[in-house]
């Protein structure tokens, strides 16, 4: 079974910077793409990041673009999103991602998500 | 980008009848090198991640209800759920996958009348 189980999202002043993970298991890692999406509170869905299964290519919304980057450890079948010069409009649930059909492609699995909150 | 237009914004819908959700895309998300519709429909319930319904605008997910249909091609897509139970409130978001930034539309509540 597929299980994605996210952390280190919380609470982060503006200006500030944070590292999510994602710790993959139930399938090869390294064979799919992953993601992160994130859901502010009471509002809708919308697309942070993408990267390949090898890692060799990454993919961002212009919202984030040169502020976050993904990346992921194939040995530790971890996925992450380090965040930084982060503002109060990326406070949100950020869910993790498995695309089995690439990048993009339909989400087949989500975490359950982390929350980040960024205040002062 | 492409952006997804989802209608309407809620509805309620009695137990046993049917719900019809809509959602138009800004271009087509047709490829016609192989005539599949890039295009997702998710399931939402409160408190939890969502959950992939609808791929490929009208391939159903493994053990998801065959009440559950999606159909439509080109920019303009339809999910329906043809007797609505109670374990189907929720909110439901469509999603297009043709070219990145992947989008999504806004969402629709489905609540019971």
Known sequence: EVQLVESGGGLVQPGGSLRLSCAASGFTFSSYAMGWVRQAPGKGLEWVSDITGSGGTTFHADSVKGRFTISRDNSKNTLYLQMSSLRAEDTAVYYCTYQKGGNPAAVDIWGQGTMVTVSS | DIVMTQSPDSLAVSLGERATINCKSSQSVLYSSNNKNYLAWYQQKPGQPPKLVINWASTRESGVPDRFSGSGSGTDFTL?????????????YCQQYYSIPTTFGGGTKVEIK
């Open chain 2, 80 to 92: 329906t759920i043809s007797s609505l139970q109670a374990e189907d409130v929720a909110v439901y």
